[in-house]
């Protein structure tokens, strides 16, 4: 390893080997070569596109190594130390050292100039009777690589027919096509009320039609008395509901792993993520956080938020490794831009919700209008439904959400990009989009929307 | 007609009955119902796709007239005068009197209070021997349903086995597409050099590859010296070429229809459009010009642009409306967003090519990026290609290229926002975009070539 004659090397440390450590990490090394960068992972895997479990869960034939983007090895030869089986469990702030147990229970201890904490976020699992896991054959969760590989394999050994999905959130409902296209039927249950309670009522809608158009049972507002076993497989006993099933996917959200920072007596915010500023760092000078397991700004709100997504996680990781390098990055904010595909619908999401948008202080109109993802007479059309928010004050867009047979993925994208900018409804309304029959009618839905909501808001 | 006691109402007329001009002519009669409005068009058609008709050339179960949106009938129902096969011949800016014939050959006069100038654009018919349309059959363009007709009725009607496109532009494209559809054979032939000469190389290269891959002949470079008339069919003569064919479009590109403004003395800008300011007036304080015959202000140089396209026309015709109804309205620039399919690619673009930055003063700054349609190991994915261009002096993003097989068309629109936001390419790398694997990468194309980008304006 290259370094200065005399002059004492940093030492990058990084905690957590998915999307906001390993960018992080490669990032550093190609920064700056003669930065020493330790990644310390406890599962066996690093660099894999989590978010792509569900579609490789959809095809038997394709094993779950497809989804690793650069083996551990990769990593080692750029010049990275990658421990993996290595579990951290504590940070000295003083020492500044991390130490913890390796996966065969030998203790372990690194030290540090530099930590980055990326510990990602785990599924949460409900307290139900019955439901202890890993205890009960078939009740499984979807975080890292061997979750996958274990539905997969239980998918196959078990000769499962019927599961149930806890949850109807984005996993679960991308975890819903996924066991579709394995032909296996699916009933969703969620204690809480309403499907995707965060979408306006319509949009919902159109998500519950599609569900239930490929048979999918759904069971919004139940609560779940407990799980047992049945004569094959499983029962999910819930208030008047008994559902038999071969197998259950807990998808009800995931909490940050924030355990060890606590325990270091780091600063948390919203969901007890790790609180950091612009430039990602931490209550302490020395560490970084970055990724699930993070806060972030807000940047329509200017207020944190916890919304753990993968873009985020992979530039967050890029800043911390430019700001260990001591080239000073600090991020702005995120918009909340999400997107799910669900059987034949493509849903998205940016910014506020009229909910989100009254909370932080604002007075907010919305509005949802009903266009095509082609033009007039163009064939193959499918319907298309915008909700759009704004600010009755200001005028300002705060906020949209889609749902649509085509074409709802990628158009978010000029409402995010409106947000950064601050736009107000008007100055959307007035951009320059494209159009060809093919793609939609002249008037970009995304137009219609802002227009019918500027006339609620010259009210 | 409603109208207050002793008051003159006001007479509104509108000359061409497309996109801008029925626009207007609707939303003023919907703002006033008092307003005496009258438009009037030369052909018998009135608000319909015009862009759509190279889909339903495609289609020969379709008749043309699925590409109307709404029959003239519906106007008058609406209380708006249409005067269709009535051709204006003249402004007399004096008496304020719009004049000419009826398409039976008689003189008709109308007065106006206030007039809007919607009269299009129409092809360039290149002056090459034997082209002298409509003399020769086979030999057809394509601008208003007529000529939609023409070309369906002859596909039809001479057994169209071999076709000639002369020109490469959008409109050439998407015939070339129509015409493939039906099993015919196309050779594109242009005089200019290079397939769609303002696109980066790499991506008209792409461009070029899935033509020939659909054995459509190309010819770019060729100087047409005559078309005669073979044993079946036409003969074009090219320098160094011979095509049999029998059918010739001739699509090289249109022109301003602004000769009666010309007559009248009107302000004409560049390529003779007639000249406009923010509310769509132009030099006569009466007289109103909008769609495609009409200029516009390009919001990223500020400079004055011809850009017929049809979100354009129909967002300055309800300008113009509300301008003419008391209620003013100034729109910003355009920043020339368009995008077409051809075959199976998607081709977009937005704001400047290097070229017109340089020509603005800018300095100008590029890069080409190749990246996926779809994350890392999702199946179905195709290649996509985004040039993005900025100025090396302030950062700022000044336009945007892509071409792929899928999700070009909608990803332009976050590069067409963040012009009208005068975003540097730092900021825009920096936005939150949708990601989910079926939509594309972590990082969106768009973001991996603002971050290329970046690289090069820090140099």
Chains 1, 2 share one sequence.
């Not at 699916?186 to 809480?192: A, D, L």
């Not at 867009?397 to 107000?424: D, F, K, P, Y």
Request: aromatic share 4%; net charge neutral; proline share 6%.
């Amino acid at each position: 390893m290259k370094q200065n004659e005399g002059e004492k090397t940093m030492d990058f440390v990084v905690i957590g080997g998915d999307a906001a450590g390993m960018s992080a990490a490669s990032r550093a090394k190609r920064n700056r070569p003669d930065i020493r960068v330790t990644v310390i992972e406890k599962t066996h895997d690093v660099s894999y596109s989590a978010c792509g479990m569900p579609y490789n869960i959809a095809d038997p034939s394709r094993p779950m190594e497809d989804l690793v983007v650069r083996e551990a090895d990769a990593f080692r030869k750029q010049g990275i130390a990658v421990l993996t089986g290595h579990q951290a469990t504590r940070i000295d702030r003083t020492a500044k050292t991390v130490s913890g147990r390796t996966s065969e229970g030998n203790p372990f201890s690194v030290s540090y100039d530099a930590l980055l904490i990326a510990t990602g976020a785990s599924p949460i699992v409900p307290d139900i009777p019955g439901l202890n896991l890993p205890g009960v054959t078939g009740v499984m969760v979807l975080k890292n690589l061997e979750d996958g590989r274990r539905i997969k394999n239980f998918i196959r050994d078990a000769d499962v027919k019927r599961s149930v999905i806890i949850g109807m959130g984005y996993i679960a409902m991308e975890m819903c096509e996924a066991i579709r296209e394995r032909h296996i039927h699916v009933s969703m249950i969620k204690p809480g009320p309403g499907l995707l309670p965060w979408m306006e009522p319509q949009l919902s809608e159109v998500v519950r039609q599609e569900l239930e158009s490929s048979e999918v049972a759904l069971y919004p507002g139940v609560r779940i008395l407990s799980v047992e076993p049945g004569e094959k497989g499983l029962v999910v006993h819930g208030e008047g509901v008994v559902i038999e099933t071969d197998m259950i996917i807990v998808a009800v959200g995931v909490q940050p792993n924030s355990g060890i920072a606590i325990e270091a007596g780091l600063e948390t915010s919203v969901r007890q993520s790790i609180s950091t500023d612009g430039f990602l760092k931490t209550s302490d000078p020395h560490i970084y956080a970055a990724g699930d397991c993070a806060d972030a700004f807000h940047a329509v709100t200017g207020e944190k938020v916890w919304i753990p997504l993968a873009l985020r996680a992979n530039r967050a990781g890029w800043a911390v490794a430019d700001n260990v390098c001591g080239k000073p990055v600090s991020l702005p904010g995120i918009v909340g831009t999400a997107v799910f595909k669900v059987l034949g619908l493509e849903v998205a999401r940016t910014g506020l919700t009229v909910q989100e948008a009254m909370a932080a202080g604002f007075h907010p109109v919305s509005g949802v209008i009903q266009s095509r993802s082609r033009a007039h007479a163009h064939p193959g059309a499918s319907r298309i439904w915008v909700q759009m928010v704004a600010d009755q004050k200001t005028g300002r867009l705060l906020g949209a959400q889609m749902v649509g047979g085509e074409g709802a993925a990628h158009r978010i994208n000029a409402v995010a990009v409106a947000l950064h900018s601050r736009m107000t409804v008007e100055d959307f309304s007035r951009t320059d989009l494209a159009y060809a029959p093919p793609f939609g009618p002249v008037w970009d839905p995304l137009l219609t929307a802002a227009n019918q909501l500027l006339k609620k808001i010259a009210r």
